[in-house]
C-alpha cells in the first residue's frame, strides 16, 4: 500500500512541475525568447499542450476572464497540493492503520 501512495505523490510532483513548465513555456513565447518555429520547442510545447490542457480547460470554464492572465494553472498547482497533503495526512493514515 505504501507503494501506491508513494506512486501516487510522485505523480502529482511530477504533474505539478509539467504545469509549471508549459506556463513557463507559454511566457518565453509569448515575449519572443524562444522562437516558436523551432523543432524541438515545437516539440516540447506540443507535449506539454497535450498533457496539462486536459485538466487546465474545466478550471478556465469555471474562472472569470482575467483579462488575458491566465490563472488555472495556479489553481490546479493548488488542488493537486491539496490532494497530496489530503492523501499525506488523512488518507494514508488511514490506510495504513496509523489512527491518532
Known amino acids: 500500500?505504501?507503494?501506491i501512495l508513494w506512486l501516487i505523490n510522485?505523480?502529482?510532483?511530477?504533474?505539478?512541475?509539467?504545469?509549471i513548465a508549459q506556463a513557463v513555456l507559454s511566457w518565453l513565447l509569448a515575449f519572443g525568447v524562444i522562437n516558436r518555429y523551432?523543432?524541438?520547442?515545437?516539440?516540447?510545447?506540443?507535449f506539454l499542450y497535450r498533457v496539462t490542457e486536459p485538466a487546465l480547460r474545466p478550471i478556465r470554464a469555471m474562472l472569470p476572464n482575467f483579462?488575458?492572465?491566465d490563472i488555472s494553472p495556479v489553481?490546479?498547482?493548488?488542488?493537486?497540493y491539496f490532494v497530496r497533503i489530503l492523501i499525506d495526512e488523512d488518507?494514508?493514515?488511514f490506510l495504513l492503520g496509523y489512527m491518532p
Open 67 to 69: 483579462g488575458g492572465i
Open 91 to 93: 488518507i494514508a493514515p
Open 1 to 3: 500500500m505504501r507503494a
Open 38 to 46: 523551432n523543432r524541438s520547442v515545437s516539440v516540447i510545447g506540443d
Open 10 to 19: 510522485t505523480i502529482i510532483t511530477i504533474y505539478i512541475w509539467l504545469l
Open 75 to 80: 489553481v490546479l498547482i493548488l488542488i493537486l
